[in-house]
Nanobody
C-alpha cells in the first residue's frame, strides 16, 4: 500500500549539485527510517544515507561531507542534498522506507555526473 515518489534526478557536471526528494504515501503507521540507496553500473547496491525517526543518520563514507540527508516527518518526505558531485556518484538512486519492520522501495531515479 505504500508508494514512494522520487524526484530530482538528472544530469550534473562534476562539482555541481542535485537535490533528491522522496515522498511516501500516507500511512497509519509511523515511519522508522527513510533514506537512499544507489547502484552504479557493475556494482552492488549500497547505502548512501539514511535517517531514523529519532534523527540519527548514517551514510556512506564516500559521501560524507558532500551529501546531506534531511526529512520532514509531517510530510513523510526525505531529501538528499548532493553537493560537490563526482562521476563516481553516477547510478540509479532508490528511495527506501522502513515501516513496521517492512521495507519499501521506490522505482529508482537516474543520477548521472559527467566529468
Amino acid at each position: 500500500q505504500v508508494q514512494l515518489v522520487e524526484s530530482g534526478g538528472g544530469l550534473a557536471q562534476a562539482g555541481g549539485s542535485l537535490r533528491l526528494s522522496c515522498a511516501a504515501s500516507e500511512t497509519k503507521f509511523s515511519i522508522n527510517a527513510m533514506g537512499w540507496y544507489r547502484q552504479a553500473p557493475g556494482k552492488q547496491r549500497e547505502l548512501v544515507a539514511r535517517i531514523f525517526s529519532g534523527g540519527i543518520t548514517n551514510c556512506a563514507e564516500s559521501v560524507k561531507g558532500r551529501f546531506t540527508i534531511s526529512e520532514n516527518g509531517a510530510k513523510n518526505t526525505v531529501n538528499l542534498q548532493m553537493d560537490s558531485l563526482k562521476p563516481e556518484d553516477t547510478g540509479v538512486y532508490y528511495c527506501y522506507v522502513r515501516i513496521d519492520r517492512r521495507d519499501y522501495w521506490g522505482q529508482g531515479t537516474q543520477v548521472t555526473v559527467s566529468s
